[in-house]
């Protein structure tokens, strides 16, 4: 079983759509999870860190549930250029040295 | 603003050469990392640095080498290439507080045939 698990998807979803994503984790010492984004042959990028109190930036959000070990990423109103692949991040401590684990990543496609 | 430089961008191996991946950072982190990308497989940690001087496996090391130079490089090698090791690797680094963002290279597409 892979330490971060991720929906690979396609979704393809009509531009105007709202659009959810869920991560689960099975490292229960991970301490700080993260969204990334990767658009077409490019490198990732950070989209937004994941809090237990859950973080908004404008039309995303973000949660984070560790009882049940997932993160969760909600895009509202979605636009043609959010299509991309959006990777799940778990840092996980490992005798005090930060680990970052990728999932798969899910891939989304907006129609216009 | 360089951030994190990797070199070459693109190299294709035949099967037994060998190659040795540049990453530089000029950020100052502590923290720097070797992924490899796959089709359905997402990124793969190879092996990463909490610091100048330290290097731990990540979860596919076999077949690569990696080298600390300073807390500025961490260089990836192969040392034997084989096809299998055909992907597109990507250098990270971040600090190595929790919750601070880790910072990509381009990535290097290498092709062995």
């Known amino acids: 079983r892979k330490e971060v698990e991720q929906d690979p998807g396609p979704f393809n979803v009509p531009e105007g759509a709202t659009v959810a994503f869920n991560c689960t984790y099975s490292n229960s010492a991970s301490q700080s999870f993260f969204w990334y984004r990767q658009d077409c042959r490019k490198e990732p990028k950070l989209l937004m860190s994941v809090y237990s109190s859950g973080n908004e930036d404008g039309r995303f959000t973000a949660q984070l549930n560790r009882a049940s070990q997932y993160i969760s990423l909600l895009i509202r109103d979605s636009k043609l250029s959010d299509s991309a692949t959006y990777l799940c991040?778990?840092?996980?401590?490992?005798?005090?040295?930060?680990?970052?684990?990728f999932g798969t990543g899910t891939r989304l496609t907006i129609i216009p | 603003n360089a951030g994190v430089t990797q070199t070459p961008k693109f190299q294709v191996l035949k099967t037994g050469q060998s190659m040795t991946l540049q990453c530089a950072q000029d950020?100052?982190?502590?923290?720097m990392y070797w992924y490899r990308q796959d089709p359905g497989m997402g990124l793969r940690l190879i092996y990463y640095s909490a610091s100048e001087g330290t290097t731990d496996k990540g979860e596919v090391p076999n077949g690569y080498n990696v080298s600390r130079l300073n807390k500025r490089e961490f260089s990836l090698r192969l040392e034997s290439a084989a096809p299998s090791q055909t992907s597109v690797y990507f250098c990270a680094s971040s600090e190595r507080d929790r919750n601070t963002e880790a910072f990509f290279g381009q990535g290097t597409r290498l092709t062995v045939v």
């Open positions: 991040v778990a840092s996980g401590s490992n005798f005090g040295n930060e680990k970052l684990t």
């Open positions: 950020m100052n982190h502590n923290s």
